[in-house]
């Protein structure tokens, strides 16, 4: 079944910042959405009533966690399709509470594809997974130049980290999302389920409430926009291959439309070579967009820490057919103006009045 036959399709952490682009898009293309998330993380909420104020009852939202498997079981009652963002995202959290990673990350993965096997085992899963299930990458020879880190050997410094690099699960959060990786292959495997993996480097933009811990491109913004100072975990040498969330959105959709072919596999995804940018880069551009330049603090590395990863992305162009992704500078750009005036909104709103 193709996406545009799917009626009902499930969102989990589809208040999230990729989860209410990815909603969003759906919604608009005709589909009723169901959004499962425990609401959680600070700000998201906002994200659920514009998705609401967009769609109206197109979006049926299901406030409940992933650890509850019944709750999962209801979500994926009469669904699709699933697509499975919900997780615990940052590697310091799973490193101050490891039982609990665990218990989002690895149970609520298993909650929904058992929910899926028993109640909708025709109905395709999309799951987000992360860059960090290849570790710290510390084999790969690395030299420092003008935009940060970069590969000493011709071949990855070309196209990035391919599916062949072998996983190696550090810290807690990057095990839980290694197994949770694996647990959605294999049961494409052993129970014949249509399932997929994106494999996700750093995604960025509109919507999207970034914090220290997790979504860095978009509290870099915040803070300059603030006049607050931007703290630095290592020397801001390391770089990525940020993605802007419309790409993103469009290699899920993608995903999903074209299950029947990659059921099974997994890709590597994110801005691929062309949008691999340093740290202090990226401050130095939200800097000439804003005309002044943010403080800069540095502190320890934290564990895990990749120096470079950029993602091969060019088996996933192919076997989904996608486009050449938004260049950064643009899409930096467009972020910090939505962050701007989003800014201006929240501080014009009138406030609450509680009714009792």
């Known amino acids: ?100 990673d665990l218990e989002i990350n690895i149970g609520g993965t298993f909650n929904l594809l058992e929910a899926i096997r028993t109640e909708r085992p025709q109905a395709p899963v999309i799951f987000a997974s992360t860059n960090k299930v290849y570790g710290d990458l510390a084999a790969i020879p690395l030299s420092l130049g003008d935009n940060g880190y970069h590969p000493a050997d011709m071949e990855p410094a070309r196209y990035g980290v391919s599916e062949a690099q072998p996983l190696e699960l550090h810290t807690p959060y990057g ?47 915040l803070r300059a926009l603030a006049g607050e100072p931007i703290t630095l975990f290592g020397d801001g040498e390391q770089v990525r291959d940020i993605c802007d969330v419309d790409d993103t959105c469009q290699a899920y959709l993608a995903a999903m439309d074209r299950i029947e072919q990659i059921s099974g596999h997994a890709f590597n995804w994110g801005g691929g070579p062309d949008n691999a940018v340093s740290l202090l880069t990226v401050i130095d551009e939200i800097a000439a967009i804003l005309g002044h330049f943010p403080r800069v603090e540095f502190s320890d590395w934290r564990p895990g820490d990749q120096r470079w990863f950029v993602s091969d992305a060019r088996a996933a162009d192919k076997a989904l057919g996608l486009r050449a992704r938004k260049p950064w500078h643009s899409g930096l750009r467009d972020l910090v103006e939505w962050l701007r005036a989003e800014n201006e909104r929240q501080t014009a709103a009138p406030p609450q009045v509680a009714v009792s």
């Open 1 to 100: 079944m193709s996406l545009d036959r799917m009626d009902t399709i499930l969102v989990t952490g589809g208040a999230g910042f990729i989860g209410a682009n990815l909603a969003d898009r759906l919604a608009a293309k005709g589909h009723r959405v169901r959004v499962l998330d425990v609401l959680a993380r600070p700000g998201v909420e906002r994200n659920l009533e514009w998705l609401t104020a967009r769609h109206g009852d197109r979006i049926e939202p299901l406030i409940a966690d992933v650890r509850d498997a019944a709750a999962v079981t209801r979500a994926v009652r009469d669904v699709d399709g699933a697509f499975h963002l919900a997780a615990q995202v940052a590697v310091t959290s799973s490193m101050a509470d490891p039982r609990e």
């Open 175 to 221: 095990c839980s999302k290694g197994a949770a990786d694996q647990y959605v292959l294999d049961y494409a495997r052993c129970y014949g389920l249509r399932t997929a993996v994106l494999r996700m480097s750093c995604i960025y933009g509109q919507r999207q409430m970034g914090t220290e811990d997790q979504g860095w491109v978009a509290h870099f913004a």
